[in-house]
């Protein structure tokens, strides 16, 4: 089974920064599409943050735009979301979610086949 794990979640004043990560396996990692979704308390999940295989490409919800940085460090199977100028409005539960499936940069929830278990961030 396909392991995703997120870490980095926390609480934060408004303002402040988090830094995400979602380490993957190499089988998952090498060729997948990548991204980030986030379910705040009664919402149902969004896209935050989309990123094509090699990085280059990336796509962001307008909610984050301009505040929140996706990456990818292909040597350590590692997926990031840079958040800065954080608001109340960004708690939720975030995931990491990857598929082989093309294109990339989707930032709906069906175009994802695997997720990791999530990670809380609060902003208040």
């Known amino acids: 089974e396909v392991q995703l794990v997120e870490s980095g979640g926390g609480s934060v004043q408004v303002g402040g920064s988090l830094r995400l990560s979602c380490a993957a396996p190499?089988?998952?990692?090498?060729?997948?599409?990548m991204g980030w979704f986030r379910q705040g308390p009664g919402k149902e999940r969004e896209g935050v943050a989309a990123?094509?295989?090699?990085?280059?490409?990336?796509a962001y919800a307008d909610s984050v735009k301009d505040r929140f940085t996706i990456s990818r460090d292909n040597a350590k199977n590692t997926l990031y979301l840079q958040m800065d100028s954080l608001k109340p409005e960004d708690t939720a539960m975030y995931y990491c979610?990857?598929?082989?499936?093309?294109?990339?940069?989707?930032?709906?929830?069906?175009?994802?086949?695997?997720w990791g278990q999530g990670t809380q961030v609060t902003v208040s």
């Open positions: 979610a990857a598929t082989f499936k093309h294109p990339c940069l989707r930032l709906t929830t069906e175009s994802y086949n695997y």
């Open positions: 190499w089988s998952m990692y090498s060729n997948s599409c």
């Open positions: 990123i094509a295989t090699g990085g280059g490409s990336t």
